[in-house]
């Protein structure tokens, strides 16, 4: 009877014991895993991408103004088929050239007071305002700012003066994204790692990500800076900073 009392005392107290210590085990657990997660390294991804315009657009105006409409309009269809005919004699096929609807202001007066010599006075001006614009498609993107010049050069020689600028189609930006992106989540991960190195730890998994906004720089286009601006106008610059939070093991 003595015996099998002292049996279960012994079973109760070794039963004690192993709780205790499974206790103290979980506990240990519990507070490293709490004390990991404290553990956290903070760091940016750069991505930059360089963006080639996959069109181009050569845009020419020119307008006339004076009292008589049907001079005006005759004026601007006579510079409009002299100019046509300048392009299409100089490689442009009819259907790269698009001619748009004629623009007529007519402010329905003749004169406006104006401040001269510290007075009000009456100044004649022209009743009508006619406005042509034509624009032409341009396949050799690379080459688009030179024929250009060459355009405006041989226009004004033949008194066929006008405005003309370039206009640059690019990819969406949609297009793109996932793999500027990725790119920047690779670099941040590559400096988590050398971080995580040098304090002789390991890099986890990802606590949180924040994706900053996605900028575009070049010629024409005014964004945020970056590192290198192209010069080339046919091309943009993407850019974008992620910044990673990562786990330390």
């Not at 409409?69 to 096929?93: C, H, R, V, W």
């Not at 004649?124 to 993107?141: C, E, G, N, P, W």
């Not at 060459?150 to 004004?156: H, P, Q, S, T």
């Amino acid at each position: 009877m003595n015996d099998n009392t002292g049996f279960k005392s012994i079973l109760h107290s070794f039963a004690l014991l192993l709780g205790l210590i499974l206790l103290g085990f979980f506990v240990y657990k519990g507070m490293k895993t709490f004390s990991d997660k404290d553990r956290v390294v903070t760091v940016k991804g750069l991505a930059e991408m360089n963006m080639m315009a996959n069109a181009a657009t050569i845009t020419l105006d020119f307008s006339f103004s004076g009292d008589d409409l049907q001079a005006l309009m005759k004026q601007t269809e006579t510079k409009k088929s002299a100019i046509l005919d300048y392009l299409t004699s100089n490689g442009f096929a009819p259907d790269e050239i698009t001619t748009n609807n004629l623009d007529v202001t007519d402010r329905q007066r003749y004169y406006e007071n104006q401040w001269m010599d510290g007075k009000t006075v009456q100044v004649k001006i022209d009743r009508y305002t006619v406005f042509q614009s034509l624009a032409v498609q341009s396949k050799d993107v690379q080459n688009t700012e030179n024929r250009t010049s060459r355009i405006k050069l041989d226009l004004v020689s033949k008194d066929l003066t006008c405005n003309i600028y370039t206009n640059y189609i690019f990819p969406e930006l949609n297009d793109i994204k996932p793999q500027l992106i990725a790119e920047s989540t690779k670099n941040a991960r590559i400096a988590g790692e050398q971080f995580a190195n040098d304090s002789q730890a390991k890099l986890g998994k990802i606590k949180t990500a924040s994706q900053g906004q996605i900028t575009i720089a070049g010629r024409y286009y005014y964004g945020e800076e970056s590192s290198d601006i192209p010069k080339e106008p046919y091309i943009q610059k993407a850019r974008v900073v992620s910044t990673i939070v990562f786990f330390l093991e």
